[in-house]
C-alpha cells in the first residue's frame, strides 16, 4: 500500500459501503502526494473512515515526524479538505514529538504533544467555521 492508486485498488477489489480506509496523513504524505487533493479524491467516494491528522517532513525512505504544525503538510489545506468532504468520522492527532521532560515509554504518542496537536486542530477548525 504505496501509493493512492494502491488504496484505489484496495476500494475498487470489494465494493461495499463497508470498505474504507483509515487515512494516516503521514502515511500518504511519504508517499509525496498532494494531501488535500488526495483527502478529496477518498473523501468524495464516502472512503475516509478514519483520520490520522499528522505531520512530518520528507518521503517514506527518509523523514522526521514533525509537530503538527511544522512539516510539509499544509495542515489548515487539509483540515478544510475534510470540511469540503462533509467528514464526519473520527479524526485524531498521529505521531508527535516527545517534550523535554516526558518520559518516552509511548514514542510517538506522549502527552504533551497530543494536547499541542489537539489545541491546534481546535484552532484550525474554529478558524475554518468562521471563515467559510
Ligand atoms: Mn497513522
Do not use: W
Not at 54 to 83: P, Q, V, W
Amino acid at each position: 500500500m504505496t501509493s493512492p492508486e494502491n488504496f484505489q485498488r484496495l476500494l475498487d477489489l470489494v465494493p461495499s459501503p463497508n470498505n474504507g480506509i483509515t487515512f494516516c496523513q503521514g502515511c500518504f504524505a511519504e508517499m509525496g502526494v498532494d494531501i488535500p487533493a488526495t483527502i478529496k479524491h477518498f473523501g468524495s467516494q464516502k472512503k475516509l473512515f478514519f483520520a490520522h491528522f499528522r505531520n512530518l517532513r520528507g518521503t517514506a525512505t527518509n523523514f522526521t515526524e514533525m509537530f503538527h504544525d511544522d512539516g510539509d503538510t499544509d495542515m489548515f489545506a487539509a483540515m478544510r479538505a475534510y470540511f469540503d468532504i462533509g467528514f464526519d468520522g473520527p479524526m485524531r492527532p498521529d505521531h508527535v514529538p516527545t517534550v523535554e521532560g516526558e518520559g518516552n515509554d509511548r514514542p510517538g504518542y506522549t502527552l504533551m504533544g497530543r494536547l499541542f496537536a489537539v489545541g491546534y486542530m481546535r484552532g484550525l477548525i474554529e478558524a475554518i467555521e468562521k471563515t467559510r
